[in-house]
């Protein structure tokens, strides 16, 4: 069975500093992995995913991934925090030989980005 | 542009009552679901469905129905509410199985007393 890990509950940063928040998965072959922001009574916002090909990932607003094979990893990052960065973030994973509904969400990360 | 559109956006309930959790999109996409979100615990997937007529369970489907009459379409049911059913729920779809990002709805905050 596949799994996602999202080790933070909470991640704290200052505006102006990186932020890094942090995914291991586990699935059976090769993964397609996504990332999701959700904002405050508002659903799921896509940001970014790895199919194949280069392991550092651009997305919307400024994040980017990174895809490590053997760390079973995808952590998500942005050079330099902003206050409306805040919010809640999902990893998720599918395998690449399976389908949509196979798709699988960590617990998510509260991201505080501190004027 | 409208994408996923969820109705109505909070309810409450009582135990035993019935209601059925609207969901539409205008993306013309094959491919449906339904999640609960509960604190701490991620998305987890109730049903989904690959096309009009076509529905399948999902990882907790105990005590919901859904039904695809058309493309654009996909409510969902609760014949018997009980209290571990409140939590939120969102409506989610995609253009199909492959690589795609679901695109969500802003969900429907339901509570069961």
């Known amino acids: 069975a596949q799994s996602v890990a999202q080790p933070e509950d909470q991640v704290n940063v200052a505006e102006g500093n990186p932020l890094t928040v942090k995914c291991t998965y586990s699935?059976?072959?090769?993964?397609?992995l996504f990332w999701y922001v959700q904002y405050p009574n508002r659903g799921l916002q896509f940001l970014l995913k790895?199919?194949?090909?280069?392991?550092l990932v651009k997305g919307s607003y400024g994040f980017e991934a990174e895809f490590n094979k053997s760390q079973t990893s995808f952590h998500l990052k942005k050079p330099s925090a902003l206050v409306s960065d805040s919010a809640l973030y999902f990893c998720?994973?599918?395998?690449?030989?399976?389908?949509?509904?196979?798709?699988?969400f960590g617990s998510g990360t509260q991201l505080t980005v501190l004027p | 542009n409208a994408g996923v559109t969820q109705t109505p956006k909070f309810r409450i309930l009582k135990i035993g009552q019935s209601m059925t959790l609207q969901c539409t999109q205008d993306?013309?996409?094959?491919?449906m679901y339904w999640y609960r979100q509960d604190p701490g615990m991620g998305l987890k997937l109730i049903y989904y469905?690959?096309?009009?007529?076509?529905?399948d369970k999902g990882e907790v489907p105990n005590g919901y129905n859904v039904s695809r009459s058309t493309t654009e379409d996909f409510p969902l049911r609760l014949e018997l509410a009980a209290p571990s059913q409140t939590s939120v729920y969102f409506c989610?779809?995609?253009?199909?199985?492959?690589?795609?990002?679901?695109?969500f709805g802003d969900g429907t905050r339901l509570s069961i007393l």
């Open positions: 989610a779809s995609s253009r199909d199985s492959s690589n795609q990002p679901q695109h």
């Open positions: 469905s690959v096309g009009a007529g076509i529905t």
């Open positions: 998720a994973v599918r395998p690449s030989s399976g389908s949509a509904r196979q798709l699988t």
């Open positions: 993306m013309n996409h094959n491919y």
């Open positions: 790895y199919i194949t090909g280069d392991n």
């Open positions: 699935v059976s072959g090769n993964p397609y």
